[in-house]
């Protein structure tokens, strides 16, 4: 029962900690890493507020160091997904009348766990688990996860506030009710953040979740579930299901109760889910949503009136922070000829001061990609440009994974403009520049624009407004976050709405209140004061 409006705490942005030698964060952080990495964890299901053990299981280890297990998960059978779906249902009768209220506070004691007591042992396990060093585990797991649970609770209250028009006649108003059925969250190793923030945006409107974490990312996702029963999510709301993906989808979608997909992933997996729901799309009771950010091939364009300093650091950071396994990292370049030397001289310095290694070690910027899959990938198109005669590898080049999985940061200049690795989504330490005559930029632009089939991100880098207007028109479709005179990575929530088009995804921009429209269907229920007793209008006379 409604007994009041309620205003929620303004949502403010989580400030980053430092990390800097000698603070009590760091020391804490540390400690954490130490302890989680040198334990051995058991991960079971989790389904209707009850852990569930199957006896199979699969290890897991960090990617730095493989050959070190820091625990087990077990693997989900048919079963476990039909009782996740049925407990999900069940659940569904209650907490999608549960007041707006109480469900914010669930999500807000959330957000203030992890910015306290969790706070070093979500960092720690995204350290180990994602090999991720501690500042990007500090402005993913910590900032932007909190992040994400404050604005949405503030987003879903301004989704409630928008009601239409009423008369003195008739009052009108909008419900906001959550998707009849269940959904379904399949979240990417890479954004710890992002792997919660899927199952919590779609379970605070009002929605009940089957979620499939990445294999390579369950170690952290523990202590999302953890935090998310600690802050009081009910038994069957949120359920975490590990194992076959294909398996798990299959027994999802083939439910006609299955009503949205919330997705992170690869483009290609994206579209093979969508035709998965096409072809099942008589089964089911109503449309269901389709949610997807997906991969992207982003750029980094230099003006010729850039500062080369500003653009090479653009480079340096956009391209290798977090092994450039993000779907914003900058992965292709365009850099005008008469920059391109001191471009070029400075990328070479900033690469070879890189330390790699351990992200328990803070001194390293550069830690292990996800495992041997990417790995080997990344190696063959190292390969490649080493033997093709229109690439050159100005800087790195070498990889080793006898303990981890480490490829060096590596820079490939070449002089074909649509060289496989200008258009190839890598999802690694490698950046591909193009050199272009400094008097082409409209040129330019245009094979920014046509070179890739994705939309994610990408920058402009100049101090001539007159280039910065034409890049901003020439690829408004190529680009869903665009960055001026910036790296084109480090979207913050409630800041820059976060997604891109084309087959970088749908475009419904993660921290931001569109993407809680998704998992609404209004209700308009118009009430009439005074119900008329006579069918003639005043036209008939």
């Avoid at 190793?189 to 499939?212: E, Q, R, S, Y």
């Avoid at 992933?265 to 729901?277: C, P, Y």
């Avoid at 891109?500 to 921290?511: E, F, H, P, V, Y």
């Amino acid at each position: 029962m409604g007994k009041g409006f309620f205003n929620v705490p303004v949502a403010i942005n989580e400030p980053v900690k430092s990390y800097a030698p000698g603070s009590p964060e760091r020391d804490e952080v540390l400690q954490a890493y130490k302890k989680m990495f040198n334990e051995t964890i058991d991960v079971p299901l989790y389904i209707n507020g009850k852990d569930v053990t199957t006896g199979n299981t699969k290890t897991m280890s960090a990617p730095h160091d493989h050959q070190h297990v820091v625990g087990t998960y077990h693997v989900a059978e048919k079963s476990n997904i039909d009782d996740a779906i049925a407990t999900a249902l069940e659940a569904r009768k209650e907490w999608s009348q549960l007041p707006w209220e109480q469900r914010a506070g669930i999500f807000l004691k959330a957000a203030e766990l992890i910015a306290g007591p969790y706070r070093a042992k979500i960092n720690a396990a995204t350290m180990i688990a994602q090999s991720k060093t501690v500042h990007q585990a500090e402005i993913d797991a910590a900032c932007e996860l909190i992040d994400f649970l404050r604005f949405n609770v503030q987003f879903m209250t301004d989704i409630y506030h928008e009601q239409p028009d009423s008369t003195s006649d008739a009052w009108n108003r909008l419900e906001y009710r959550p998707l009849e059925g269940f959904v379904y969250a399949v979240t990417p190793f890479n954004f710890t953040a992002i792997a919660g923030n899927l199952p919590a945006c779609m379970a605070m409107m009002g929605n009940v979740v089957v979620w499939k974490p990445s294999d390579s990312q369950i170690f952290s996702a523990k202590i999302i579930m953890d935090v998310f029963r600690e802050a009081g999510v009910p038994a069957g709301v949120i359920n975490v299901v590990f194992g076959d993906p294909e398996m798990i989808t299959d027994t999802v979608m083939d439910s006609p109760d299955f009503s949205g997909l919330h997705f992170t992933g690869s483009t290609f997996i994206f579209k093979e889910l969508w035709k998965k729901i096409g072809n099942n799309i008589h089964n089911y009771k109503t449309y269901p949503r389709i949610v997807g950010e997906t991969g992207g091939k982003d750029f980094i364009v230099a003006h010729k009136s850039a500062n080369p300093i500003q653009v090479a650091t653009a480079i340096s950071r956009g391209a290798f922070e977090f092994q450039g396994q993000k779907c914003s990292a900058a992965s292709r370049a365009y850099v005008p000829s008469n920059i391109w030397e001191t471009v070029k001289e400075r990328v070479i310095k900033d690469v070879k001061s890189f330390k790699m290694g351990s992200p328990e070690d803070t001194n390293n910027f550069i830690t292990a990609v996800i495992h041997e899959g990417s790995f080997d990938k990344l190696a063959k198109f190292i390969d490649q440009a080493k033997t093709d005669t229109d690439a050159e590898i100005i800087v790195g080049g070498n990889y080793d994974k006898s303990k981890g999985y480490f490829i060096e940061p590596t820079v490939i200049v070449t002089t074909n403009p649509k060289y496989t690795t200008m258009y190839t989504e890598l999802f690694g330490p490698v950046m591909t520049i193009f050199v272009y005559d400094e008097n082409d930029f409209s040129e330019t632009l245009k094979l920014v624009d046509e070179t890739s089939e994705y939309a994610l991100t990408g920058a402009i880098l100049s101090s001539d407004r007159y280039a910065i207007q034409e890049a901003t028109n020439v690829l408004q479709n190529c680009a869903g976050n665009f960055y001026i005179n910036d790296k084109p990575t480090g979207a913050v929530v409630g800041q820059q709405p976060f997604g891109g088009a084309r087959a970088s995804g749908t475009n419904d921009k993660a921290g931001s209140i569109l993407n809680l429209l998704r998992w609404v269907s209004p209700r308009m229920i118009k009430e009439t004061f005074v119900t008329p007793t006579e069918y003639r209008y005043p036209f008939l006379g």
